[in-house]
Nanobody
Framework: QVELVESGGGSVQAGGSLTLSCAAS??????MAWFRQPPGKEREGVAA????????FYHDSVKGRFTISQDNPKRTVYLQMNSLKPEDTAMYYC??????????????????????WGQGTQVTVSS
């Protein structure tokens, strides 16, 4: 059974930085991503990484501020978040796509394509 365990959320002032980690167990697919869900809003894709090759994808709102990376042997994905803004406040979720997709929709952030989810970690940015 695939398990995703996130860590690294917290509270920070605007302009600050945080790094989120997501460790995957028993996952053999090709795409891992970070989603976020602000209070009262829908879940949205933030960043994704194609594990075979390392191609990365970003939502326009975080380009230039967030960086997704991987430690492949450890099956761990990181989200480095810099220049944080109050509008980045949300519950952040790590997700991995269904193995059968082969990562084909990585970066499209189609929620049903992601069959595995972490428990979420809260990020709060104060002004």
């Amino acid at each position: 059974q695939v398990e995703l365990v996130e860590s690294g959320g917290g509270s920070v002032q605007a302009g600050g930085s945080l790094t989120l980690s997501c460790a995957a167990s028993r996952y053999s697919g090709n795409c891992m991503a970070w989603f976020r869900q602000p209070p009262g809003k829908e879940r949205e894709g933030v960043a994704a990484i194609y594990l075979s090759g390392g191609a990365t994808f970003y939502h326009d709102s975080v380009k230039g501020r967030f960086t997704i990376s991987q430690d492949n042997p450890k099956r761990t994905v990181y989200l480095q978040m810099n220049s944080l803004k109050p509008e980045d406040t949300a519950m952040y979720y790590c997700a991995a796509d269904w193995e059968g997709l082969g990562g084909s929709s990585c970066g499209a952030w189609i929620i049903p394509d992601f069959g595995y989810w972490g428990q979420g970690t809260q990020v709060t940015v104060s002004s």
